[in-house]
């Protein structure tokens, strides 16, 4: 949120006492004195006011958790443990995952309570690579490679699918690389061809590649670097 709105936001200062706050150098971001109304305000920002703190900010938080089969990625579901039962954090209801997999898929799952940040990791506009190594039942054909680079059309959404990289592993096993999310979208590429994906495994996510130190079901914190490559 700007700043300016932020400020007139709160029942103390209407919008032109905030006006003359801001020119008068009052106003303290993180650290550091905004005049700029447009200025972006978010929840893990500290802001003042002279001496008064008016947002203590919070602290944002970002887990890389190696997702175990047969776990939900969603924050609750009457039946099954989701990822976030796998967490021992406090607040575990403002934190949210970054690109969900299926029930029987594992690897890398993104969970953070930072939004714009997981926007970018999963926004297709940022063409960020999301890598599986994908296991099928039937063999995987040449004709593959092709059909994903130039895209597949998806009826349920009248789209089609950006260009995505798949580079052959043995006869029914492949790395894909796509830069989009869509629902249960390596299933329904490989479905395209009437084969069915048995494994799936996602090792990658722009950046950030799965730490191989993580058994299945363990996580870590994301270190500064990491966040910062996002
Ligand atoms: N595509 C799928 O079909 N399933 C996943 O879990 C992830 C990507």
Same mark, same amino acid.
């Given at each position: 949120?700007?700043?300016?709105?932020?400020?007139?936001?709160?029942?103390?200062?209407?919008?032109?006492?905030?006006?003359?706050?801001?020119?008068?150098?009052?106003?303290?971001?993180?650290?550091?004195?905004?005049?700029?109304?447009?200025?972006?305000?978010?929840?893990?920002?500290?802001?003042?006011?002279?001496?008064?703190?008016?947002?203590?900010?919070?602290?944002?938080?970002?887990?890389?958790?190696?997702?175990?089969?047969?776990?939900?990625?969603?924050?609750?579901?009457?039946?099954?443990?989701?990822?976030?039962?796998?967490?021992?954090?406090?607040?575990?209801?403002?934190?949210?995952?970054?690109?969900?997999?299926?029930?029987?898929?594992?690897?890398?799952?993104?969970?953070?309570?930072?939004?714009?940040?997981?926007?970018?990791?999963?926004?297709?506009?940022?063409?960020?690579? =999301? @890598?599986?190594?994908?296991?099928? %039942?039937?063999?995987?054909?040449?004709?593959?490679?092709? +059909?994903?680079?130039? $895209?597949? &059309?998806?009826?349920?959404?009248?789209?089609?699918?950006?260009?995505?990289?798949?580079?052959?592993?043995?006869?029914?096993?492949?790395?894909?690389?796509?830069?989009?999310?869509?629902?249960?979208?390596?299933?329904?590429?490989?479905?395209?061809?009437?084969? =069915? @994906?048995?494994?799936?495994?996602? %090792?990658?996510?722009?950046?950030?590649?799965?730490?191989? +130190?993580?058994?299945? $079901?363990? &996580?870590?914190?994301?270190?500064?670097?990491?966040?910062?490559?996002?």
């Amino acid at each position: 949120m700007r700043i300016d709105r932020f400020l007139s936001n709160l029942p103390r200062f209407n919008r032109k006492q905030v006006r003359l706050l801001l020119v008068e150098r009052r106003v303290v971001v993180d650290g550091v004195t905004v005049s700029d109304p447009h200025h972006e305000v978010r929840v893990f920002s500290q802001v003042r006011v002279d001496d008064e703190v008016l947002q203590t900010g919070k602290p944002a938080r970002y887990f890389m958790l190696h997702k175990p089969q047969g776990c939900v990625s969603a924050t609750s579901d009457p039946q099954h443990p989701t990822v976030l039962d796998l967490l021992d954090e406090p607040d575990k209801d403002e934190l949210h995952i970054a690109g969900r997999l299926d029930f029987n898929t594992t690897g890398l799952m993104i969970i953070t309570n930072d939004g714009q940040w997981s926007r970018r990791l999963t926004q297709p506009q940022t063409k960020l690579p =999301k @890598v599986y190594w994908v296991e099928t %039942e039937q063999g995987i054909g040449p004709e593959y490679a092709l +059909a994903f680079r130039a $895209g597949l &059309y998806f009826a349920f959404e009248d789209l089609t699918t950006q260009p995505a990289e798949l580079q052959l592993l043995g006869p029914t096993t492949a790395r894909l690389s796509i830069i989009e999310g869509r629902y249960h979208q390596v299933k329904r590429m490989f479905g395209h061809f009437n084969n =069915k @994906v048995i494994g799936l495994h996602r %090792e990658r996510m722009g950046p950030l590649m799965l730490d191989t +130190a993580l058994a299945p $079901g363990e &996580y870590r914190a994301l270190t500064d670097e990491e966040i910062r490559q996002v």
